[in-house]
């Protein structure tokens, strides 16, 4: 039997994916793994509207470790892991590479004075490389299809960070680019 403050939460979040909103659905059933980290209903959501596929593995490895014959979680890991397969192709291609190589590069950006929010998100261990990867590579794709995301907002939509981790950086940032140029 399901607690009733979860079964609330779940069927908010329920409404808000069948709405396909995506974002606020994510946190529903985030909220309901803050209170109950093996609830299968949240697991299985979560690898639903995950965009990484990386997390979505995660999702469904917690969920079917609870429940190993689960056909829905088995069928959506097969799915999920084709499409991490997927991304690892990728990024051995040489365009993937170049990308990386001229966006991405920490080394080529050490002149800055202010470290781009990935760099530093990465420095404080919020997010790990990969996921700075995936987030690159999916602004730059959007991009490409002429609806242009900021990164961080890439991220949040993720799930690898928050609103609030992402506003605390961008003031911290702001102040930063201040404090630069006032002593410089």
């Known amino acids: 039997m399901i607690d009733p403050a979860i079964m609330t939460i779940l069927k908010k979040g329920v409404n808000e994916a069948n709405q396909g909103h995506k974002i606020q659905a994510r946190a529903y059933f985030f909220?309901?793994?803050t209170l109950d980290p093996d609830n299968e209903y949240a697991l299985l959501w979560q690898a639903y509207l995950s965009d990484d596929p990386y997390k979505a593995v995660e999702f469904l490895g917690r969920l079917l470790k609870l429940q190993p014959n689960q056909k829905t979680a088995r069928a959506y890991m097969k799915q999920a892991?084709?499409?991490c397969e997927e991304f690892e192709k990728r990024k051995?291609?040489?365009a993937f590479y170049n990308f990386k190589a001229v966006n991405n590069s920490a080394a080529n950006r050490s002149g800055f004075a202010v470290p781009y929010l990935g760099d530093y998100l990465v420095q404080q261990s919020l997010i790990t490389p990969n996921q700075l990867e995936m987030a690159l590579r999916l602004h730059a794709d959007f991009k490409e299809r002429g609806h242009p995301k900021p990164i961080g907002r890439v991220l949040v939509e993720l799930g690898y960070i928050n609103n609030d981790?992402?506003?605390r950086w961008l003031q911290q940032q702001n102040d930063d680019?201040?404090?630069?140029y006032l002593h410089n």
Do not use: F, G, M
């Open 31 to 33: 909220e309901i793994l």
């Open 81 to 83: 892991k084709q499409r």
């Open 92 to 94: 051995k291609t040489a």
């Open 165 to 167: 981790q992402l506003n």
């Open 177 to 180: 680019l201040e404090n630069y």
